[in-house]
């Protein structure tokens, strides 16, 4: 290990979900020093999300040779950590985290937000707007000019997020909605379940009582990306994201009138949010007449990016454009 005076003060971001957590260490200056990517950190998402994180941190410092003495904070953005009146992590709010994710390794302050948090202020720089997180999970979170948070949620609104586009199409498959262009979907949702052919899902699926809830669940989102593949050739495959991009639109236009400056900038975060098959369809669906116009802006930094940007801010130091091409140059 190296000793203090050879490693340069740093801040520790951390973006974690439900698929994937990730680590970036960065100088004062926004420069990354090393990162690393780990299991899911997302507790209700992974039963082994303390370590994943734990893991994930480590790594990251090893990679680095960091001096863990020498970080100056943490933040984590954090899949499913609630927010007062939410409707999703009830129980698991930022003194939860702490005790949750000990990080013993480290010495210094730590912050723990919702993932949605870090995704909105490094898409939008601390600019009022809304921030769709859609991947694993989901979340539609307004920050407004005040710095005033609220969730779509907080009207018991939930949009959904990769595993349930593959519910809705499952679904569509069993109740007997495809059609001839849907052969290649219909077949690939066989093979995913190993399936000879529909009545055989039928049985697999109900087969599933001894199967792990965080275990079903990655089964229906590792079938996502096949979905927005065959949008625009699968009519079922199209309903299904034309589906969640409406519902997503209803959590967005909740908000918007929330925030004083129109057309609301939008941004989007998540590996299913970002895909064009869902960005173009939610993008329709946004256009509604006599709402708050709104616009779909593209993010000035990734997750991971906004947790860093939020590390350095809680710290004091220059946030200058220097500074975020740095770290946005580090994803």
């Known amino acids: 290990m190296t000793t203090p005076s050879s490693t340069p003060p740093f801040v520790v ?22 990162s690393a990517t780990g299991a899911a950190g997302a507790a209700h998402h992974d039963d082994d999300a303390a370590r994943n994180l734990t893991d994930a941190v480590s790594a990251a410092l090893t990679s680095g040779g960091l001096d863990p003495a020498a970080a100056r ?19 698991r709010d930022g003194a939860w985290a702490a ?75 069993l109740a007997g909605r495809a059609e001839p262009a849907d052969g290649e979907l219909v077949a690939r949702v066989l093979e995913h379940w190993g399936a000879a052919d529909v009545d055989a899902l039928r049985l697999a699926l109900r087969q599933q009582d001894d199967v792990a809830h965080n275990d079903v669940k990655r089964a229906f989102g590792s079938f996502a990306p096949v979905v927005t593949k065959l949008a625009d050739t699968s009519p079922l495959a199209d309903r299904a994201l034309r589906r969640l991009a ?26 299913l949010a970002l895909d064009p098959a869902f960005s173009t369809r939610l993008d329709a669906a946004l256009d509604v007449p006599g709402a708050t116009p709104v616009h779909l802006a593209p993010p000035a930094l990734d997750p991971l990016g906004g947790a860093g940007f939020l590390a350095l801010r809680r710290l004091g130091a220059p946030l200058g454009p220097e500074v975020v091409r740095r770290l946005g140059s580090s994803g």
């Open 13 to 34: 971001a951390v973006d974690a979900g439900g698929t994937a957590t990730r680590v970036g260490c960065y100088a004062l200056d926004g420069t990354l020093l090393s």
């Open 99 to 173: 005790s949750f994710y000990p990080l013993d390794l480290l010495d210094c302050p730590r912050t723990f937000v919702n993932d949605a948090v870090v995704a909105h202020r490094g898409a939008l720089l601390d600019q009022a707007g809304i921030v769709v997180v859609a991947g694993t999970g989901s979340m539609v979170l307004a920050i407004d000019e005040n710095g005033v948070e609220v969730e779509s949620g907080q009207f018991q609104h939930y949009a959904g997020a990769a595993r349930h586009v593959a519910f809705d199409v499952v679904h569509q498959v």
């Open 246 to 271: 409406d519902v997503t639109a209803d959590g967005v236009l909740l908000l918007a009138p929330l925030l004083r400056d129109t057309p609301v900038p939008v941004s989007l975060a998540g590996s």
């Open 73 to 91: 904070g943490l933040t984590a953005g954090v899949a499913g950590i609630g927010r007062p009146g939410s409707n999703q992590g009830v129980g």
